[in-house]
Each structure stands twice: as structure tokens, then as C-alpha cells.
């Protein structure tokens, strides 16, 4: 059963525009909501996160946006730059704060291609 | 500024040989993380580990599979008489502190078993 879901395998996007890549959760422990973006043959690098305090967060380019009441979460990426192709994964840990620690609950990943 | 190493970067093993995964945190991280992916899927968490203590195994299956972090060396995961299932890429992370949401994570091993 699928704690961390991110329903679209792929996302094709002109440059200059905007990636809007998504993520649904089932688990309402969780607390802490983080995007990690992989390159090929690389480990994934943290992008942003969010507190479940907190609906939105920005950073640059990168914005992520939760949703509690739909336990969704998105994140915006503007304007798309051709480096931005990469896989984009969503994660969810329950009890950061106090509980456990490092064990992140990933989806499944979203390609990103991003065309000249 | 060297980031998580870890080695080697390709392993093959063929069925029943043993495979032993290195992972040398970011200097001055204490705290180690082992992920697996599995083709066409996420990481899953595996093991998380202290200096010379496991803190949360509750990812590792329940056999063949053993992980390590020494006081003096890098962290090991072994992986015992392998069969094809385990064949994935194995990530190792680490961070600096407890209630870090931000793990840094190496670039992995891809262990294949023929």
C-alpha cells in the first residue's frame, strides 16, 4: 500500500514555462513533506520541503504548496530551465519532530523533461 | 567538500556470493541511511545507524541482509547468498543532527546478480 503517491510517470514542459508536478498521500501522520530531484547515475539531491504548519514555501524558482484537507502536494517550478529535466521525487516523514528520523517514505518519482 | 562517497559504483554478484556495500558519510555526519530502489519504483527505507549503533532496522528484510557503521570506517550493508530480487540501486545517506529532514544522499551502487 502505497503511502506516497505521485500519479503522472512523466511530465513534458516547454522552457519558460511553468512544471506543476504533483503528490498525494494517504497517511495523516505525516509532518514533514520534502522534493528530492535525481539525475541519472547520480543520488537524489533535496530540493525543498514544507511543514505541515505551513502551506506553502517558497524557494527561487521552486514553490511547494500542501494541501492538508486533500493530503496533496504540489510543486511549482518557474520559469522551467532545460537543467530542471530530472526525476522528481516527493517524500513524507511522520513524528520529525520527536519521532522518527531519516526514515522517508518516497513516491515513486516523476520524470521532468524540459524542451528547448 | 567531498559529499557521501560510496563504493563500489557497479557490483555484480552472481547467485549465492555475498555482497558487501561501502558508504563513508559526509565529514562531520554522524547519522547514516540506507535506501533502496528497485526498478521503476521509489526508495524504500532501509536501516538507519549511529557510530557503532543500528537505530531503525524496521526496513531490512529479515534475512541475509546486515548493516553496519563502525567507530573507525565507513558504514557496510551486507547482503548475504544474494538472489536476483536484490539486484537494485542501494543509496546510502547521511546528515549532521537527529531531526534532520535533510539527508544527502551518495550516489549509489547498482548491484546487479546474475
Known amino acids: 500500500d502505497q503511502q506516497v503517491k505521485q500519479n503522472s510517470p512523466s511530465l513534458s514542459v516547454q522552457e519558460g514555462r511553468i512544471s506543476i508536478l504533483n503528490c498525494d498521500y494517504t497517511?495523516?501522520?505525516?509532518?514533514?513533506f520534502l522534493w528530492y530531484k535525481k539525475y541519472p547515475a547520480e543520488g537524489p539531491t533535496f530540493l525543498i520541503s514544507i511543514s505541515s504548519i505551513k502551506d506553502k514555501n517558497e524557494d527561487g524558482r521552486f514553490t511547494v504548496f500542501l494541501n492538508k484537507s486533500a493530503k496533496h502536494l504540489s510543486l511549482h517550478i518557474v520559469p522551467s530551465q532545460p537543467g530542471d529535466s530530472a526525476v522528481y521525487f516527493c517524500a513524507a516523514s511522520e513524528g520529525n519532530y520527536g519521532g522518527s528520523q531519516g526514515n522517508l517514505i518516497f513516491g515513486k518519482g516523476t520524470k521532468l523533461s524540459v524542451k528547448p | 567538500n567531498a559529499g557521501v562517497m560510496q563504493n563500489p559504483r557497479h557490483l555484480v554478484r552472481r547467485r549465492g556470493q555475498e555482497a558487501r556495500l561501502r558508504c563513508s558519510p559526509m565529514?562531520?555526519?554522524?547519522?547514516v541511511y540506507w535506501y533502496r530502489q528497485l526498478p521503476e519504483e521509489g526508495l524504500k527505507f532501509m536501516v538507519y545507524l549511529q557510530k557503532e549503533n543500528i537505530i531503525d532496522e524496521s526496513g531490512m528484510p529479515k534475512e541475509r541482509f546486515s548493516a553496519e557503521f563502525p567507530k573507525e570506517g565507513p558504514s557496510i550493508l551486507r547482503i548475504q547468498q544474494v538472489v536476483r530480487g536484490d539486484s537494485a540501486a542501494y543509496f546510502c545517506a547521511s546528515s549532521p543532527e537527529t531531526h534532520s529532514e535533510k539527508l544527502f544522499f551518495g550516489s549509489g551502487t547498482q548491484l546487479s546478480v546474475l
Open positions: 497517511n495523516s501522520m505525516f509532518d514533514y
Open positions: 565529514k562531520g555526519h554522524s547519522h
